[in-house]
């Protein structure tokens, strides 16, 4: 468990280097909010695609280890003409190439991480490892002042150090050993075996996503651009995250009580979405309460990952776990926040981000009515 919480640690340093500025490095080449939001979504619509190929790859191979670290490779690779780019259609091109690649890291860390786990409900504790990962590395780019959000030469120096690291690890402390015993048995991992219950849930965490992609996607700008942070921003993405490692270990508890607590806890999860995405809107430029809304991440995005991930384990079996999660980031996440930017940069730019927030909010409440419709359909007796 130990070897797992470090690799989740690494991985999300990664994370760390790409997430937050994936909005920034395009505004850094000159971009106007409308094409930087057509560009992400182009982006999140080629995502989709990543996890799901790269997972089934990672499936079949048994080798999940070599599926990472090329994840990782190529998404340094496939970045640099992003940052540094050539034309608009090349920027274009690489940057859905490379998101492709880079969302496709996620999933595969939950895999590996939930195939060596003998007991599925401490990958709670262990993704804690990967959210205080995930804020050293904010909290020292703020305090350091490296990498610059305005520069795009520091951005991809900061990327090729954690990437660099992250091989490493992985060469020296990761192993394949469990994942290939486990497939010996060869059981049936294909898309449709994943079941029906399956994927109407994912369908309705999707629903809840496109309005946290708001905070996710497109809210880097709205930090340096409207309340003027500058570098200190990634200080405040570090803030939400510290209250998710807290979410992610207490709400370990929840996996252990069984799919109806986690399908209980995410639709409460759920809400506070909208409760946060309502905070931006009706407190703009107001410190205090963007901190408080920026402490509701832990809720909006731990609890609620935790939460779904306990529910996911328990409709599918354990050598459907990489593939699940392959789809999970694809549709929760990816296909998600796709829609959520695709309209989000013109909202920005014509009527404004307060705009944004509200049009957004309602999204969470209609998910979790429909989830309250069909909670006895989704939720199964415990395997």
């Known amino acids: 468990m130990t070897r797992l919480f470090f690799f989740s640690f690494i991985t999300q340093t990664i994370t760390g280097a790409v997430g937050p500025y994936l909005q920034l490095m395009l505004r850094n080449n000159g971009y106007s909010h409308t094409f930087v939001g057509i560009v992400i979504a182009i982006g999140m619509f080629f995502s989709i695609f990543g996890p799901l190929v790269l997972g089934k790859i990672s499936q079949k191979s048994g080798k999940p280890r070599i599926i990472i670290i090329f994840e990782v490779v190529f998404t340094v690779l496939l970045f640099i003409p992003v940052l540094f780019p050539f ?26 991480i939930n195939e060596n786990l003998k007991d599925t409900s401490m990958y709670g504790k262990v993704r804690a490892g990967g959210s205080l990962g995930y804020i050293c590395m904010l909290v020292l780019s703020g305090i350091l002042a490296f990498p610059d959000q305005g520069n795009n030469k520091s951005i991809f120096l900061n990327l090729v150090t954690r990437a660099a690291v992250f091989i490493l690890f992985c060469l ?67 803030l939400g995250t510290t209250f998710e490692v807290f979410f992610m270990i207490w709400g370990s508890r929840f996996i252990k009580k069984g799919p109806e607590t986690c399908y209980r806890t995410l639709m409460l999860a759920s809400l506070f979405v909208s409760v946060r ?69 013109a909202i920005i730019d014509n009527l404004g981000y307060q705009t944004l927030f509200a049009s957004y909010a309602l999204l969470p409440v209609v998910a979790v009515v429909i989830m309250f419709i069909l909670r006895k359909k989704l939720v199964p007796a415990r395997q």
């Open 172 to 238: 020296i402390f990761l192993k394949d050993n469990t994942y290939r015993v486990e497939q010996e048995e060869k059981p049936k991992t294909g898309f449709k075996d994943l079941g029906g219950k399956f994927y109407v849930f994912i369908g309705l965490y999707a629903l809840t996503r496109i309005a946290h992609g708001v905070p996710e996607k497109l809210l880097a700008a709205y930090m340096t651009e409207v309340m003027g942070l500058g570098n200190s921003f990634t200080l405040f993405v570090a």
């Open 87 to 112: 034309n608009d259609f090349t920027t274009v091109v690489f940057y859905a190439l490379a998101v492709m690649v880079y969302c496709s890291i996620n999933s595969s860390h939950d895999g590996i």
């Open 277 to 345: 995405l309502l905070i931006y809107y009706f407190f703009p430029g107001n410190m205090f309460m963007f901190i408080i809304a920026q402490s509701l991440h832990g809720i909006t995005y731990g609890l609620a990952h935790i939460a779904a991930t306990g529910y996911i384990t328990e409709v599918t079996k354990r050598e459907q776990y990489t593939l699940s999660m392959g789809v999970f980031q694809a549709v929760g996440y990816n296909f998600a926040e796709m829609i959520a930017v695709l309209a989000g940069g």
